[in-house]
Nanobody
Framework: QVHVVESGGDSVQAGGSLRLSCVVS????????MGWFRQAPEKEREGVAA????????YASDSVRGRFTISQDKAKNTLYLQMNSLKPEDTAKYYC???????????????????WGQGTQVTVSS
């Protein structure tokens, strides 16, 4: 049974930083897709960043790329999202997602992922 637990969300002021953690059990880190999604109120869930191949990272936009960093610690079965220079538009519930596939080109698609955490709330005030 795969368990996915996110943590690290908080309420911070614009310009602040947070590191989200996703602790996983029952799943082997390897070549498969692993990513972070987020969903703001009244908006669809969107991909933020993902590990799409060994040592290959993908980011949703230049804005995200310059401020966020996705990483993993295989020994600890943990996926991270370091978020710096946070903006109010980053406010959302953030989800960790794990896939049984290695189809890098489909990393933005929710249906590509098999396991999801419950989410952790990030709120950025101006």
């Amino acid at each position: 049974q795969v368990h996915v637990v996110e943590s690290g969300g908080d309420s911070v002021q614009a310009g602040g930083s947070l590191r989200l953690s996703c602790v996983v059990s029952g799943y082997t880190f390897g070549r498969n897709l692993m990513g972070w999604f987020r969903q703001a109120p009244e908006k669809e869930r969107e991909g933020v960043a993902a590990v799409i191949a060994t040592g290959v990272l993908a980011y949703a936009s230049d804005s995200v790329r310059g401020r966020f960093t996705i990483s993993q610690d295989k020994a600890k079965n943990t996926l991270y999202l370091q978020m710096n220079s946070l903006k109010p538009e980053d406010t959302a519930k953030y989800y960790c997602a794990l896939s049984n596939s290695d189809r890098a080109g489909r990393w933005r698609e929710e249906a590509e992922y098999n396991y999801w955490g419950q989410g952790t709330q990030v709120t950025v005030s101006s």
